[in-house]
């Protein structure tokens, strides 16, 4: 028969088992095993097929390399705010690596991708387009399809109204001489023309860079520069003109007078 102090005493130690099972590490880990629970709910996971897709994002979240890099054969980061593409190198197997819809600039750096074969960065705002090649032909060895669409680096007509289809050409045959084993360019099948042409005169087609914006001076208003003219400097300013004597090397031979086209040979 208990007393009232057993009793007490047996009130007491039953209370402190329950305190060390709601104090118990199982418990205090719970917390962490939601946070992970809930980013892998945005991840969408096709047995090696990686989709991290529109979560505005600006670098690569730490918990999918350390979840899923070791066995990811593709990865898609696209619609997301990517700067960088830091962490990368923890997806040493990927094959495939699509980045569509990012913000990656002119600075965008890869780890080696031994294996890596498929790579898009369309809609990105990459302008060097010899800088990438040569990044891409060092740390992709094996890449055969890559697709630049959307990029002023790639001068598409679709989204350069200024360019033309000889402009875009000429884009692909120096992509084709940095990189000759590309087998699919943007929206179209390598031929073996394009690889021959590229090899012969690829390296003399570079992409010019756009233009920079015109700087302004101090009162804030855009500096345009005057357009060229033979005549020295003291004599190029409108409002300040005055007549000079100087030797000029140009000569005018008339061939190009109006004239000229109505003047026949007999009656010259």
């Known amino acids: 028969m208990l007393t009232a102090a057993g009793f007490l005493n047996r009130t007491l130690d039953i209370n402190s088992e329950r305190i060390l099972k709601t104090q118990s590490p199982s418990s205090s880990c719970q917390p962490q095993e939601k946070v992970m629970a809930h980013n892998e709910s945005l991840v969408a996971l096709n047995g090696t097929q990686i989709s991290y897709i529109g979560h505005d994002c ?49 600075d965008l750096r890869l780890p080696r991708l ?89 390296a003399f087609m570079k992409v010019v860079k756009p233009k920079l914006e015109a700087p302004t001076n101090e009162a804030g208003s855009e500096s345009h520069p005057l357009p060229y003219t033979p005549l020295p400097q003291g004599s190029r300013d409108a409002k300040n003109h005055k007549g000079v004597f100087a030797k000029c090397r140009y000569i005018y031979y008339g061939k190009h007078s109006e004239g000229n086209r109505f003047i026949r040979n007999d009656q010259l």
């Open 58 to 106: 600006k670098d690569i979240p730490d918990f999918l390399g350390d979840a899923y890099g070791q066995f990811a054969r593709r990865l898609d980061l696209s619609f997301n705010q990517l700067r960088s593409l830091a962490g990368l190198e923890l997806f040493s197997e990927l094959e495939e690596l699509v980045v569509d819809n990012n913000l990656l600039e002119n």
């Open 114 to 202: 031994p294996n890596l074969h498929t790579l898009t960065l369309n809609k990105n705002q990459l302008t060097d387009i010899e800088a990438l090649l040569e990044h891409l032909a060092d740390v992709t060895p094996s890449l055969e399809y890559l697709s630049l669409l959307g990029n002023e680096a790639c001068p598409n007509q679709l989204v350069s109204p200024d360019k033309d289809e000889d402009d875009y050409q000429r884009y692909r045959y120096f992509v084709l001489h940095k990189l000759p084993q590309l087998k699919f360019l943007d929206t179209r099948k390598v031929s073996k023309k394009e690889v021959m042409e590229a090899q012969a005169r690829g």
